[in-house]
T-cell receptor, first 112, second 113 residues
Framework: DSGVTQTPKHLITATGQRVTLRCSPR?????VYWYQQSLDQGLQFLIQ???????AKGNILERFSAQQFPDLHSELNLSSLELGDSALYFC???????????FGEGSWLTVV | GDSVTQMEGPVTLSEEAFLTINCTYT??????LFWYVQYPGEGLQLLLK?????DKGSNKGFEATYRKETTSFHLEKGSVQVSDSAVYFC????????????FGPGTRLSVLP
């Protein structure tokens, strides 16, 4: 158990819909990262937050957005969902930059 | 920008065989280097890490040495087990020059009894 909690673990939704994935980082960790893992594209970095502020942005679509709240939990919002958005979405956390990052078990999203 | 290259596999070995998974990196600064492992149906777990040149990370019989001169961090294990079957990711962290964590594409390892 890494200490990073993600909900929901599985989600099935229809195209065009919107979903929110939630992440609670390890106690004391200030950075939260979001990754997308699909079969054909491997592990893709989406976005990082540090203590409530956006720190780095990767290949995140405009239909996707994220935020980190004052209690340090984070949410990833995915809207206007397409079939190609079906993937495993990971949250990870670390104390500071360059430290080891710890992954949650992921949220499986299936868009039908 | 920073990048990580690793052999993509899949790699199939017999139990007790020697394992090497190559990893090379490109970074502007002086990154920390990591190996993560993902077992079927699970998230990524830290396997080992090294934070400066010539450091050797080790865990569960796996080893990797940070080679700055060859910009490499190859993963090795002397005798693999069926339970080592997983996907292995090489990664670097270099906050000073851009995105914090960069992962390689992953190498799938299958160990046959």
């Amino acid at each position: 158990d890494s200490g990073v909690t993600q909900t929901p673990k599985h989600l099935i939704t229809a195209t065009g819909q919107r979903v929110t994935l939630r992440c609670s980082p390890r106690s004391g960790d200030l950075s939260v990262y979001w990754y997308q893992q699909s079969l054909d594209q491997g592990l893709q970095f989406l976005i990082q937050y540090y203590n409530g502020e956006e720190r780095a942005k990767g290949n995140i679509l405009e239909r996707f957005s994220a935020q980190q709240f004052p209690d340090l939990h984070s949410e990833l919002n995915l809207s206007s969902l397409e079939l190609g958005d079906s993937a495993l979405y990971f949250c990870a956390s670390s104390l500071r930059d360059r430290n080891t990052i710890y992954f949650g078990e992921g949220s499986w999203l299936t868009v039908v | 920008g920073d990048s990580v290259t690793q052999m993509e596999g899949p790699v199939t070995l017999s139990e007790e065989a020697f394992l090497t998974i190559n990893c090379t990196y490109t970074a502007t600064g002086y990154p920390s280097l990591f190996w993560y492992v993902q077992y079927p149906g699970e998230g990524l777990q830290l396997l080992l890490k090294a934070t400066k040149a010539d450091d050797k990370g080790s865990n569960k019989g796996f080893e990797a040495t940070y080679r700055k001169e060859t910009t490499s961090f190859h993963l090795e294990k002397g005798s693999v087990q069926v339970s080592d079957s997983a996907v292995y990711f090489c990664a670097l962290s270099d906050r000073d020059y851009g995105q914090n964590f960069v992962f390689g594409p992953g190498t799938r390892l299958s160990v046959l009894p």
